[in-house]
Each structure stands twice: as structure tokens, then as C-alpha cells.
């Protein structure tokens, strides 16, 4: 069984960074698309980053473009989400989600999709 766990949020001022980690476990497939995507309040959840399991391809949401990078680190079954010059639109419950590539045509489609499995998430407070 798939299990996805977020750690990393917290509170920052605007304009601090936080890191934010997932460890993933329980997968048996090799290629993966593993993905951030958040919910700020109010608002529909959004992708923010997507990464592939070889570590070639990053996409990144126009608003945060430069300012949050998405890496992992294979060899521990974590993904990372980098976040800098925080802003208070920032604030958002975040989500770490993954797909078995061989079931998608790219790991945008699976993003479109809704990934196949979900952390619960970790919360990011950003105040001004």
C-alpha cells in the first residue's frame, strides 16, 4: 500500500523560506511522476511542482516560478519542495501526490488526472 507522509510546514514571515519533505513508501512500480499540489483557502487545489521519477523533467505553476524548486533524493524515497521568498498568498494546506507513469501517457496527464495516491498534508502559514 502506497503511503505518502508531508513534514516540513510550518509558520514564516513573508519572505522566508521553508522546505518541505514527503517520504514515500509502499510503491512497486518504477516509473513515477510524484508531485506538490496545495489548497489555499478558499480556493480549488492547484499544481504547484511535478517532477519524473528519472529527475529530468520539473514543471512549476506560473506563481511560484523561481521561487520554489521541487527535487528528490531517490535513494531515500523522499521528494522535496523548496520554498523561497514566501508570500502570504502562499499560505495553503500542501500536498504531496504521486502516479505510476506506465498508467498515464506524461506525468502532466497525470496531474490532469488527480495522481493516483495522496498525502493528508502539511499546513504553511505565511504572514505579512
Known amino acids: 500500500q502506497v503511503q505518502l507522509v508531508e513534514s516540513g510546514g510550518g509558520s514564516v514571515q513573508a519572505g522566508g523560506s521553508l522546505r518541505l519533505s514527503c517520504a514515500a513508501s509502499?510503491?512497486?512500480?518504477?516509473?513515477?511522476?510524484m508531485g506538490w499540489f496545495r489548497q489555499r483557502p478558499g480556493k480549488e487545489r492547484e499544481g504547484v511542482a511535478r517532477i519524473d521519477s528519472g529527475g529530468g523533467s520539473r514543471w512549476y505553476a506560473d506563481s511560484v516560478k523561481g521561487r520554489f524548486f521541487i527535487s528528490q533524493d531517490s535513494a531515500e524515497n523522499t521528494l522535496y519542495l523548496q520554498m523561497n521568498s514566501l508570500k502570504p498568498e502562499d499560505t495553503a494546506m500542501y500536498y504531496c501526490a504521486q502516479a505510476d507513469e506506465s498508467r498515464y501517457y506524461s506525468c502532466s496527464q497525470a496531474m490532469d488526472y488527480g495522481m493516483d495516491y495522496w498525502g493528508k498534508g502539511t499546513l504553511v502559514t505565511i504572514s505579512s
Open positions: 509502499g510503491y512497486t512500480y518504477v516509473r513515477y511522476c
